[in-house]
């Protein structure tokens, strides 16, 4: 069974940071892209921070030079780095898995939810 479980979230005033944390298990986590996507209230779903081929990252515009994504093979376990945090990055975070030769074969953690406010 494959689960994908987030943590990290929580309460944060503007500029301050936190740590999401996805761990992995029931998958060959190397045989996967990790990514974090986040959907705010009354908003689509989008893509936050995601590892490509090659070990490559690709980050939204909008968190570019904040927000860093990082993993420990060894631990199965996908970060994201959030710094100088904004209001407008509240939202629930999401921990993506999608395998890297079968595209197809997607899955999604349960969100940890991530408000920014003073």
């Known amino acids: 069974q494959v689960q994908l479980v987030e943590s990290g979230g929580g309460l944060v005033q503007p500029g301050g940071s936190l740590r999401l944390s996805c761990a992995a298990s029931g998958i060959i986590f190397n045989f996967y892209a990790m990514g974090w996507y986040r959907q705010a209230p009354e908003k689509q779903r989008e893509l936050v921070a995601t590892f490509t081929d090659g070990g490559n990252t690709k980050y939204a515009d909008s968190v570019k030079g904040r927000f860093t994504i990082s993993n420990d093979n060894a631990k199965n376990t996908v970060y994201l780095q959030m710094n100088s945090l904004k209001p407008e990055d509240t939202a629930v975070y999401y921990c993506?898995?999608?395998?890297?030769?079968?595209?197809?074969?997607?899955?999604w953690g349960q969100g940890t939810r991530v408000t920014v406010s003073s």
């Open positions: 993506h898995a999608v395998h890297r030769l079968r595209p197809a074969n997607i899955y």
